[in-house]
């Protein structure tokens, strides 16, 4: 019995299920809305796709830094989870008017824009609630978060199955129901949150969780007296702007650089506060150097959601039993895997730790790199020498997504409870939005590596191919390479630092 967990961890669940129902419905849907109906490019597509993706997680940092000193977690969620509701019913009112451009795209925008400002005040509350159901030192906290990891993909598992069948159906009026079932989807988890938290969010002595703001007043008060506040909130944006500017300057276009530029400056104003001691600074180092690394899977993985839809879309055998599979649906095997697989790793890890065997967080993330870039080098085996047109087996797609769902679980669920553990409470909000500004910055870099993917004309000939580092990409089998070897690397280099990541984890003062 002691071993059970809370049953606010459940609350928090299903709450996150119905959230990322309305998210990976949207997402399944989404690349092929504007190329179907919207009638845009593959490169344009791909650049709003990652544009789109990277601001749902750059928006976090907003939402955790209101959370953690002004309105709580609680508060966050509910209006979080209300404005993803209304962008849901913007981007059906976009599908609904698809042949009117003028309108339709505004609509589109304004949908996007509200996605990712109420996922700004959602994901990173949602997350930090987890943890503070649970004494510091509670071994069970990986477990939970797996268990809670577990909620996400029920929710991604289902969503394209219905998002996709209600609007991938060939024709393209159909989009607008599948974005009206994300929107249904959110309203029922906010709903949920609403009406069961005040009974089950509670910390295990009882006192109710994410009511008042985690940055407590008195400490407050002391970084205010230390000058930590307002000066350093004006260098923050003076070097932003410097950095947008740089990379602007640099290529990159004006969403990619206040992404690229935020990825610097917030972890810098965080690091310089003057209240930190010196072994929060060091676990804070931590919870930025797997950040870093944590990018190079992000931007690998989150081909799912473009560059491999359109593989499924154009050369995989979707035929079963004689009938078409959507490309869309591809994305729920990721969902199966981990609904498979989550709970036998939440019970793995206790398992090792009983016997002194546990992985530490970092070599933990390190394998996740490994895995991932195994799952492409199965990929980019399967499609060596097939030529433009000519279809493979779906094996070799849902390999990949098999070998990525465990990568996944050793790096993701491990990365949330790491900031649960590393940070220090009056930041805890703040600094997961930190950790999901990299996946920010990860899925801005796979809509720009999503272009790298090759184009052909109906006669198989090569429409345009675009190079990387002064590698020309000509053939899908170059293109998969690219992230067996950035995975790959990034793993080598994590796996050599991880003991003395470990020493930083157990820094005390």
């Keep these: 019995m002691a071993n059970r967990h ?83 019913f913007l981007l059906f009112l976009s599908a609904w008017f698809y042949t009117d451009i003028p309108l339709s795209k505004p609509l589109l925008l304004a949908g996007l824009t509200m996605l990712t400002i109420g996922n700004g005040f959602f994901k990173p509350n949602i ?50 129901w599948g974005f009206l079932a994300a929107c249904i989807g959110m309203i029922i988890g906010t709903i949920i949150f609403q009406t069961l938290q005040n009974k089950y969010l509670v910390s295990p002595d009882g006192k109710s969780i994410g009511v008042k703001p985690n940055r407590q007043r008195e400490q407050m008060e002391t970084t205010e007296k230390e000058g930590n506040g307002w000066g350093r909130l004006c260098l923050l944006g003076i070097g932003e702007v410097i950095l947008l500017l740089l990379f602007r300057y640099m290529g990159a276009d004006w969403i990619g650089a206040g992404i690229f530029s935020c990825c610097i400056t917030v972890p810098a104003f965080i690091i310089t506060d003057q209240t930190l001691t010196k072994a929060e600074r060091k676990h804070i180092w931590v919870i930025y150097i797997i950040a870093f690394f944590v990018i190079f899977f992000w931007a690998a993985f989150e081909q799912a959601g473009a560059s491999l839809t359109f593989f499924a879309e154009e050369q995989t055998d979707r035929n079963i039993l004689g009938r078409e599979m959507p490309a869309s649906y591809f994305q729920i095997f990721n969902a199966i895997f981990i609904v498979i697989l989550a709970p036998i790793f939440s019970t793995i890890w206790p398992w090792f730790k009983k016997r002194n065997m546990e992985p530490s967080s970092p070599t933990k993330q390190a394998i ?142």
């Design 368 to 509: 996740g790199l490994l895995l991932l870039a195994i799952g492409y080098l199965i990929i980019a085996v399967g499609v060596k020498g097939v030529e433009p047109g000519i279809k493979v087996s779906m094996f070799w797609l849902i390999s990949l997504y098999f070998v990525h769902t465990l990568g996944e679980l050793c790096l993701s669920p491990i990365g949330l409870s790491m900031v649960n553990k590393l940070s220090p409470a009056r930041f805890a909000s703040l600094l997961m939005g930190v950790w999901f500004l990299s996946t920010s910055t990860a899925n801005k870099f796979a809509g720009i590596l999503s272009t790298l993917y090759p184009q052909f004309d109906e006669q198989g000939a090569l429409i345009q191919a675009k190079s990387i580092l002064g590698f020309e990409i000509t053939n899908l089998n170059e293109f998969f390479m690219v992230f067996v070897i950035s995975a790959g690397i990034s793993s080598i280099l994590l796996f050599a630092i991880t003991k003395q990541l470990q020493k930083m984890m157990n820094a005390e003062d």
């Design 127 to 176: 997350s930090t609630m987890v943890g503070q159901l649970y004494k510091p030192e509670d071994e069970r906290i990986d477990s939970a978060y797996t268990i809670f990891y577990m909620g996400i993909n029920v929710g991604a598992f289902f969503s394209p199955l219905v998002c996709g069948a209600l609007g991938d159906t060939g024709h393209p009026e159909d989009f607008k």
């Design 6 to 88: 809370p049953k606010g961890l459940y609350l928090l669940f299903v709450t996150e299920m119905w959230e990322r129902f309305s998210y990976y419905g949207m997402r399944a849907i989404f690349a092929l809305y504007l190329v179907k109906a919207l009638l845009m490019d593959k490169d344009l597509a791909s650049n709003i796709y990652g544009s789109y993706t990277g601001f749902v997680y750059l928006t976090p940092l907003l939402g955790g830094y209101i959370a953690d000193r002004y309105i709580g977690n609680r508060k966050s969620i509910i209006c979080g989870g209300m404005m993803m509701a209304l962008g849901q």
